[in-house]
């Protein structure tokens, strides 16, 4: 297939999408939802993914992981105190697609810079996972099972972007990153027009 019936393609699939459903994907819900929610839902795998690469990248992950995990509590913190949030889906492609560019740069960031945007993307991802569960408890596992799972997604994929050492591999990592934006805005962009 040529480039344009590629886009073509990606572009039909990308508008027919239905909007993620939290904790429920595939049927799995509760706890094991809330764990696997990090690695079931795109858009949150997406923005795990480029944190991942650029805390391996600036190579200074302990604050930013620190910022991350903590920015998650306080988010699923809220949605257990039953703070509704609006456009979260948006916070967290923003997000992704920030750190996807900036990944894609390649460029050192102040320290505190990078530690905010991982802990606005911890914030956004946490805010955009409120449990579809009836019963109290059920909601409580699956935000705890949320906040486990994506720090531990993050923390495996960190084993691997901190050891992309070579001229290939940090190319590689620069093209990922760049695609993860482009994924990112396509879909913001999407949502924001429809």
């Known amino acids: 297939m040529n480039f344009i019936a590629r886009a073509s393609v990606a572009l039909a699939f990308v508008a027919t999408a239905a909007s993620a459903s939290a904790h429920s994907v595939f049927g799995v819900t509760g706890f094991a939802g809330g764990l696997l929610h990090a690695l079931l839902v795109p858009t949150h795998l997406m923005a795990v ?105 993050l923390l495996a994929l960190l084993q691997v972007t901190t050891r992309l050492t070579r001229a290939w591999q940090r190319i590689g990592a620069r093209i990922l990153g760049s695609w993860i934006a482009a994924c990112a805005i396509l879909v913001l962009a999407l949502r924001l027009v429809g």
């Open 49 to 153: 993914v480029a944190f991942a690469l650029l805390i391996g990248q600036q190579r200074r992950g302990h604050s930013a992981v620190i910022a991350y995990a903590a920015a998650i509590i306080a988010g699923l913190g809220a949605i257990a105190l039953a703070y509704v949030p609006t456009r979260a889906d948006e916070g967290v492609l923003a997000a992704t697609a920030s750190a996807g560019l900036l990944v894609a740069l390649a460029r050192p960031l102040p320290r505190s810079a990078g530690v905010l945007l991982a802990g606005a993307g911890g914030l956004a991802l946490a805010l955009d996972s409120p449990p579809e569960s009836i019963s109290l408890r059920d909601a409580n596992l699956a935000l705890l099972g949320t906040a486990i799972g994506a720090v531990i997604v």
